[in-house]
């Protein structure tokens, strides 16, 4: 049995609704699983850990979340395997949850009670994990602000709830970007390294203006000179060109992706020359003029690989290879990599990104409460 430091109260829902899932087809974000981990933040600790049925909180229309922002949030993943739920490196999501909630002047979240929670919201909502390969539970765990007070200050209260539901494929295909250099996502100095929800908001209105032109995402340039390439949409970027990985650094703008992290470090532990750097649009093209611009993906939990199909330039258009094994070995090396790792079908012995959530506790807790209820 894991040993829990933190006793969580558990009150299991009376009617679980996973019947009702057709896992065949799940679009991602629609559907939800039966239970929330809740914690809320009394302006000295965290208090009151529990998992209870997911539903809604109530609040005020003053909470200060709402008007300035104090809002941060983490996107991973749990898949089974011979019938154990796995985490895939929970305690990277902790540990950046709070680099979040430091940038926004939020409390820090105890990181082993936060890996406590997820394993056992994630063994108790474990019939809600599909077993498709390539298809997970999404967990979101996100942290806002509560106080009621619409004067312009940090918070003193807040809560920290997480919640999860089946997911399949982010994107369906390859996306064709834009690259975009009139709006940006980030500056120096801004919050573009937070996983916090300002970050999101405004892409919008640029992914919205994209597709209307015809791409499927945005590409981010940077903020001054709109030269150096940063993100693709919600992911980090990675380039195969002139036979090296090239992704770029994350000098402040950048979220430090922990897909980022995970492809990278394999990528070099198969010997690949993988460089983390300030990259031009403009080297991107002189490398696709020359032929040596092999592939280009984006990496992110909730995708992990999303090939790009095209990038356009200004007037430039510049198609990429095939996406096919042939064409794009890197990537889907990597994808088939990580998606056989979460299913259990490669050895973890190196790193051991996997973390069971067997023996959490969480059911004795469930089944006694269910006998006293
Ligand atoms: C991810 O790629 O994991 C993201 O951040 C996307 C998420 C906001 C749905």
């Not at 077993?131 to 312009?152: K, Q």
């Not at 031009?280 to 611009?293: F, K, M, N």
């Not at 790193?351 to 969480?362: F, I, K, T």
Request: charged fraction near 25%.
């Amino acid at each position: 049995m894991a040993i829990n430091k933190y006793s969580v109260k558990v009150t299991p829902t009376a009617k679980s609704r996973v019947d009702s899932v057709d896992f065949s087809n799940i679009p991602f974000g629609k559907v939800i699983s039966d239970h929330m981990f809740v914690a809320d933040y009394d302006g000295k600790q965290w208090v009151n850990p529990r998992i209870e049925p997911f539903g809604a909180i109530e609040m005020t229309p003053a909470n200060l979340a709402l008007h300035y922002g104090q809002s941060i949030f983490e996107g991973m993943k749990a898949t089974k395997f011979n019938g154990v739920p796995h985490l895939f490196r929970p305690e990277m999501h902790a540990r950046r949850l709070n680099i979040s909630a430091e940038r926004m002047c939020m409390p820090t979240f105890p990181e082993d009670l936060f890996v406590q929670a997820l394993e056992m919201l994630v063994e108790l909502d474990s019939e809600w994990i599909p077993e498709i390969e390539g298809n997970s539970l999404y967990i979101r765990p996100v942290m806002f602000a509560t106080d009621e007070y619409f004067g312009v200050h940090a918070s003193e209260k807040y809560k920290l709830v997480i919640f999860t539901g089946p997911v399949g494929p982010y994107y369906a295909k390859p996306v064709s970007l834009w690259v975009e250099e009139v709006y940006t996502r980030a500056a120096q100095g801004g919050a573009g390294e937070a996983k916090c929800a300002g970050n999101y908001g405004p892409a919008l209105l640029p992914a919205q203006r994209a597709k209307m032109a015809g791409y499927d995402q945005v590409m981010w340039m940077d903020a001054v000179e709109k030269k150096y390439v940063q993100e693709v949409g919600t992911m980090n970027l990675f380039f195969y060109m002139d036979g090296k990985i090239v992704t770029p650094a994350t000098t402040g703008t950048i979220l430090r992706g922990i897909t980022r992290d995970t492809l990278t470090t394999l990528l070099k532990d198969w010997g690949y020359t993988v460089e983390d750097r300030l990259l031009s649009i403009a080297e991107i093209a002189d490398a696709h003029g020359r032929g040596a611009l092999h592939d280009c993906f984006g990496a992110g939990t909730a995708a992990v690989i999303s090939h790009v199909s095209s990038i356009t330039w200004r007037e430039r258009r510049m198609e990429l290879p095939p996406v096919d094994e042939q064409h794009r070995e890197v990537s889907f090396r990597l994808k088939n990599h990580i998606n056989r790792l979460r299913a259990g079908l490669e050895s973890d012995e190196k790193y051991r990104w996997l973390h069971s959530c067997a023996n959490s506790g969480v059911m004795e807790l469930a089944g006694a409460q269910e006998m006293a209820g």
